[in-house]
């Protein structure tokens, strides 16, 4: 690679960063919030077919939770259980999350895609339609799945994905996951975003690092989706992170 690719490329991944710290959720100075004070029973799981989703599934029933599965293709989730509902929807589909929606406690998302080189603002706007459906249906509590490298975690997915990985592979998938960020930051449901490190289908381990000083701007960090899902279920229960975005990793 000439030097002057690689300029070009440096100055590009910093110009991204930039975008993705000012694009995604800021902290600034919260107060501490609480929130509702009922356990939530009843959980709408976005995703769930997916990698995270599945785990989450699997780990909600195992709490004790009533669990509706939100799936575009509900025959993907083999997954069978008495405390287990599905939902075929799409969220792009806002009538889909109108029908799903009521008459549960809580909302949690594992949305992805691997559409990375589409236009696509599928976060964005998803997030769009199941805020407003929670807003009307009175459910209170959202706990959404973003990554590191967004807002004022920018940069801590470390320097491959800073230099690399996001900006030759995932500008427009971050960029949306960024406008995803600030629509729930917006919002006056009780939220907390999740972002994790790079993701693996590995063991729950028992250590685990949360808050907002997780991961690092030269090394990538690493955490297993199901201690993900342990870490986003507890978020159902408690207000340590209410109203925040703290990163997770090993
Ligand atoms: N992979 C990583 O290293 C990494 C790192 C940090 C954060 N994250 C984030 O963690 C989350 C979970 O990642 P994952 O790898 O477990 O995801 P995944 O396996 O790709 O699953 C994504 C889920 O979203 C669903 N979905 C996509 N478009 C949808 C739509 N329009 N309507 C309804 N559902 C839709 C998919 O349904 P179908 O089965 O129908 O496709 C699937 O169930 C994502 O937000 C991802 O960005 C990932």
Not at 38 to 60: F, Y
Not at 103 to 130: N, P
Not at 212 to 240: H, P
Request: glycine share 8%; aromatic share 6%.
């Amino acid at each position: 690679m000439s030097l002057n690719l690689l300029l070009v490329l440096v100055l590009y991944a910093i110009g991204l960063m930039v975008a993705l710290r000012v694009g995604g959720h800021r902290s600034g100075s919260i107060a501490p919030a609480t929130g509702s004070r009922n356990r939530p029973e009843r959980i709408l799981i976005i995703g769930a077919t997916g990698r995270t989703g599945r785990q989450l599934v699997t780990q909600a029933l195992e709490r004790g939770f009533a669990v509706t599965a939100f799936a575009r293709d509900p025959s993907q989730l083999e997954m069978r259980h008495p405390r287990l509902a599905i939902a075929q929807g799409n969220v792009l589909d806002p009538a889909s999350l109108e029908a799903a929606i009521p008459g549960h406690d809580a909302v949690v998302s594992a949305l992805g895609h691997k559409r990375y080189f589409s236009l696509s603002s599928t976060h964005a706007e998803g997030t769009r339609h199941i805020l407003a459906a929670m807003q009307r249906h009175k459910v209170r509590r959202f706990v959404c799945l973003t990554s590191l490298g967004l807002g004022d975690s920018a940069g801590r997915l470390g320097m491959p994905y800073n230099l690399f990985v996001i900006p030759l592979l995932l500008p427009i998938y971050f960029l949306d996951k960024a406008r995803q960020e600030r629509l729930i930051a917006k919002s006056d449901v009780e939220w907390i975003i999740v972002r994790p490190g790079s993701l693996n289908n590995g063991v729950k381990r028992d250590r685990v690092n949360s808050g907002s000083r997780v991961g690092s701007y030269l090394w990538t960090v690493r955490v297993s989706r199901a201690n993900v899902a342990d870490f986003v279920l507890n978020q159902l229960t408690s207000d340590a992170y209410l109203r925040s975005a703290p990163g997770l990793a090993w």
